[in-house]
């Protein structure tokens, strides 16, 4: 029983490592590198005390924020993941005390409000909830006039997948997965709503900044096993239907449609994000 039990927390280890990996190899150049460094450079960062980084994953916004920070300024870096951390504290001198790693989510801390003077989340927010959420704890922890930066995706991101999902669910006749789907979709952000959460959450002067660019992937298998869905999407769209014989034919139409349509063009997708700055009222 026991060695059942360690040998499932040696392949959950393993699986987590090949979760950092794939994030600092594909996640951190094709998704973080396009949209970080705008967001980090609109923010007014303090002069001293900390700054809190939220989801930091691997490290590329704690290490992207060091280039602007002074001595006085400490970053504390949050992300449950001990493997992706592992990741982050290989980039710096083991000496280098100018960044705290700390395992734990967002929701895990135990610090005081308003000890922050600003934060920031780069990953981890894919819906509605997770703006609520997150924005809830950014702004508790911050400071009066601190800054709050975060990178969202859209909605119009791999809006194809969701029409395709659709089409498969009226073929194969599964159309009663269909609010499942609609559901999903409907808690996904758009601009205009993104800004007026973050104001709920008493986030002022709120600025949204849209970007939009293309994936290529050389067929439906390759999009859908491609890095960039697992690390953000998959869990989610695993939700939408949970029973495996009917994900599979549901997903299988999905991956033949896209090589059908998209036969000798090349799968290009539209991805949609969002780098989001204000401060905290």
Do not use: N
């Amino acid at each position: 029983m026991g060695t059942g039990r360690t040998r499932q927390g040696e392949g959950e280890h393993v699986d987590l490592v090949r979760r950092a990996s794939i994030w600092e190899q594909s996640i951190v150049p094709g998704w973080e590198a396009r949209l970080v460094p705008a967001l980090i450079a609109a923010m007014a960062l303090p002069e001293r005390g900390s700054i809190l980084v939220a989801e930091c994953r691997t490290g590329f916004v704690a290490l992207e924020l060091l280039a602007r920070l002074g001595e006085e300024v400490r970053c504390i870096a949050l992300d449950s993941s001990r493997e992706m951390l592992d990741v982050a504290r290989s980039k710096l001198p083991p000496d280098d005390r100018r960044i705290w790693w700390d395992a734990k989510s967002i929701e895990q801390t135990h610090y005081r409000d308003d000890v922050f003077g600003a934060s920031v989340c780069a990953a981890g927010i894919v819906t509605q909830g997770d703006v609520q959420r997150v924005c809830r704890e950014l702004v508790r922890l911050t400071q009066p006039q601190g800054a709050v930066g975060l990178v969202v995706p859209l909605r119009g991101t791999f809006a194809e997948f969701y029409d395709l999902y659709r089409e498969a669910l009226l073929a194969e006749d599964l159309h009663h997965y269909e609010p499942a789907l609609g559901e999903f979709v409907a808690s996904l952000v758009d601009a205009e709503g993104l800004a007026t959460s973050l104001s709920d959450a008493g986030v002022q002067g709120v600025e949204v900044h849209p970007v939009r660019f293309e994936l290529s992937f050389a067929s439906g298998e390759d999009f859908l096993l491609s890095p960039l869905v697992e690390s953000l999407y998959l869990p989610y769209w695993l939700q939408i239907c949970r029973d495996d014989g009917a994900r599979e034919q549901i997903f299988f139409h999905v991956l033949r449609a896209m090589d059908t349509y998209f036969e000798g063009l090349g799968l290009t997708m539209t991805a949609e994000a969002a780098w989001v700055v204000g401060t905290v009222g």
